[in-house]
């Protein structure tokens, strides 16, 4: 065996025997989702992860793969403010591109490489409770505030993990579309991070980790900070050196290790075998966040 490999297994088994029978919830989205080959690996990763005693738990978005189909069949997307208005044709899109075609594509692939994947929406088993999401746009001092309706886009209100633990205690791995149920029925769209986060804290997770299309949190430089807890992270939003898309994975970042959650990783999924970077060597390749 090449000795560089051996060096590298030696390396992993301290932080495999740190995180045996731990649960990591994992978030998947942006390019990771999309080429292929960053697909396969991270098939892989989670079959090996529930294969040396981690129990990973998968929550997937699907924002390029809705807007392909609703583009497809001619339904235009509305944006406010950065928010895609859902009505119920777009809801109905929504929830049959996650809750069927990605969510099943990404259990397929995890089976075909070993693992026992099992494909859920929020609304099986009562998992993701949510209502409407209201969004309070406030221009300045002197303007009154703009309420957006944002129609079927939800925040969550509960979780319900029985089902999780259930499956994972029985060597399955859980992977999740992010769709949750109102009190009547109606069914929500709702941001992955945000859902990932609730799900981390409902098990208790002993880590979260979010793949995005970044390194992480740099710094004023530019450069990759490896570690960041609660305090210093705030007080980077308030002088805006943490700003534009990663603000939201900061907040539910924040909110997940105040309940709960040891540690959040911020890492960039367009790296390969990038789960297995982070969590089996000392260096990792992202942001630790850490209360």
């Known amino acids: ?18 995180f045996y029978g731990m649960t990591i919830v994992i978030k998947y989205g942006g390019h ?11 098939a892989r990763d989670i079959v090996l992860m529930k294969f040396v005693g ?44 996650l809750g069927g075609k990605v969510n099943k594509a990404i259990v397929a692939q995890i089976n075909q490489h070993g693992g026992k994947a099992v494909g859920l929406s929020g609304k099986d088993g009562g998992l993701i409770l949510a209502k409407k999401l209201h969004i309070v746009f406030k221009k300045d001092d002197y303007t009154p505030p703009e309420i957006i309706d944002t129609g079927l886009v ?31 029925g109606e069914t929500y769209n709702i941001n992955a991070d945000l859902v990932a986060a609730s799900i981390a804290m409902a098990l208790s997770a002993g880590r ?30 308030d002088n ?19 309940n709960g959650v040891e540690k959040v990783h911020i890492i960039n999924g367009k790296k390969r075998h990038s789960l297995l970077l982070e969590l089996f060597t000392d ?9």
Request: aromatic share 2%; glycine share 10%; with cysteine.
């Open 240 to 258: 805006e050196s943490i700003s534009g898309g990663m603000i939201p994975k900061i907040e539910c970042s924040l909110e997940a290790v105040k």
């Open 1 to 18: 065996m090449n000795p560089n490999v051996a060096d590298i297994l030696i390396e992993a088994l301290p932080y495999i025997r740190r």
């Open 54 to 97: 981690l129990n990973p738990v998968i929550v997937h978005g699907g924002g390029p793969q809705i807007n392909q189909v609703l583009s497809q069949m001619g339904i235009k997307s509305t944006f406010v403010r950065g928010m895609r208005l859902t009505d119920q044709p777009t809801m109905d899109v929504v929830e049959m591109v």
């Open 154 to 184: 939800g925040e969550v209100t509960n979780i319900k993990p029985d089902i999780i633990t259930t499956l994972t205690d029985k060597g399955f791995i859980p992977v999740i579309a992010p769709v949750g149920a109102g009190v009547s």
């Open 283 to 291: 260096k990792g390749i992202g942001t630790e966040v850490r209360k």
């Open 208 to 237: 979260l980790i979010l793949l995005t299309d970044v390194d992480g949190v740099l710094d004023a430089s530019g450069d990759l900070i490896s570690s960041i807890d609660s305090a210093t992270a705030k007080t980077m939003m």
């Open 32 to 42: 990771a989702m999309v080429d292929e080959q960053l697909k396969e690996d991270f």
